[in-house]
């Protein structure tokens, strides 16, 4: 592993735990403001938020691994465990969403206060805060191509819009008053339903990954664009791409000159290999077939 990908896999773990860290302070001022202000609909969202720190600590765990060299047992390495991690992390938040809307119901059935002012101003620094968040770690996640790092990303997404659920529900509540309490419940009640939804964002993609779905035409060109740069290599046939963890392993068919020897082809293919690894830093494991030109 090269000093730039230790950089990059550091980086992406150490972008978890600040996102960790930033859920456990949130979610103890959701559940302050939510209890002291009467507004289940904030509690509701602390709920969240403490899951969030829990599969946090579960994606640092994952990274870690999915980092360690490839070794006898795991040739291809440890990269596959970041979908499993994230599955992990969609059946959390599916339980925090069922939770959430059992406690909804509950309460719309229950007579309780009408939530405070002050709620709805932390609500709007909590919707900013979460929000720009979500730009911070999803752009990190594309850069590294991590899924467990969108789906991290997804997690402040998904709170800064049950926030704003809560926000309208609470703003509701207050501004139609008396009789109108369950307003904040119904909210809470809707965040659920985005929770849930933003489950099967999140679980796609990391699906595709472990079922090693084809999601990479852009690598590919970029693949075959480098490959034809190699002197020797005339062009290239199959080419085929599958990811683990933050790194592609390629398969690919490289066309050269028919009448070179056995020892030319081999060392063409050890060329193309070097300048693929070093053009495209992301591909971790490269295998070659040298196809003889045709023509």
């Not at 735990?17 to 289940?40: E, P, Q, R, T």
Request: charged share 20%; with cysteine.
């Amino acid at each position: 592993m090269s000093v730039s990908e230790k950089l990059s896999d550091n980086f992406a773990i150490k972008t978890v735990a600040w996102s960790m860290a930033s859920n456990f302070v949130l979610a103890i001022i959701k559940w302050l403001a939510g209890y002291f202000g009467h507004s289940y609909a904030l509690i509701a969202d602390a709920i969240e938020s403490s899951t969030d720190v829990f599969t946090s600590f579960l994606l640092i765990l994952a990274l870690r691994y999915a980092n360690k060299p490839a070794d006898e047992n795991h040739p291809y390495g440890h990269g596959k465990v970041e979908p499993l991690a994230t599955f992990l992390v969609v059946l959390f938040l599916i339980c925090s969403a069922g939770l959430i809307a059992y406690q909804s119901i509950i309460n719309i059935q229950t007579p309780h206060e009408l939530p405070k002012p002050f709620t709805l101003i932390i609500l709007a620094g909590i919707i900013i805060w979460k929000e720009l968040s979500y730009r911070y770690v999803n752009k990190q996640g594309e850069e590294s191509h991590s899924t467990s790092l969108k789906a991290e990303a997804w997690h402040h997404r998904s709170d800064s819009i049950t926030s704003l659920a809560a926000f309208l529900g609470i703003g509701l509540a207050l501004y139609l008053g008396k009789g109108y309490e369950s307003a904040d419940d119904w909210a809470a009640l809707l965040a659920s339903v985005l929770i849930l939804y933003n489950c099967f964002l999140i679980f796609r993609p990391a699906l595709g990954e472990i079922m090693d779905e084809h999601f990479y035409d852009d690598i590919v060109a970029h693949v075959r664009t480098v490959a034809v740069t190699v002197p020797g290599i005339i062009g290239t046939e199959k080419c085929y791409i599958r990811k683990a963890g933050m790194k592609y392993q390629v398969d690919l068919h490289a066309i050269v000159d028919g009448n070179i020897t056995v020892s030319e082809g081999h060392r063409l293919a050890h060329d193309l290999q070097d300048s693929l690894m070093e053009q495209i830093p992301g591909i971790a494991h490269i295998i070659i077939h040298i196809e003889p030109d045709q023509e």
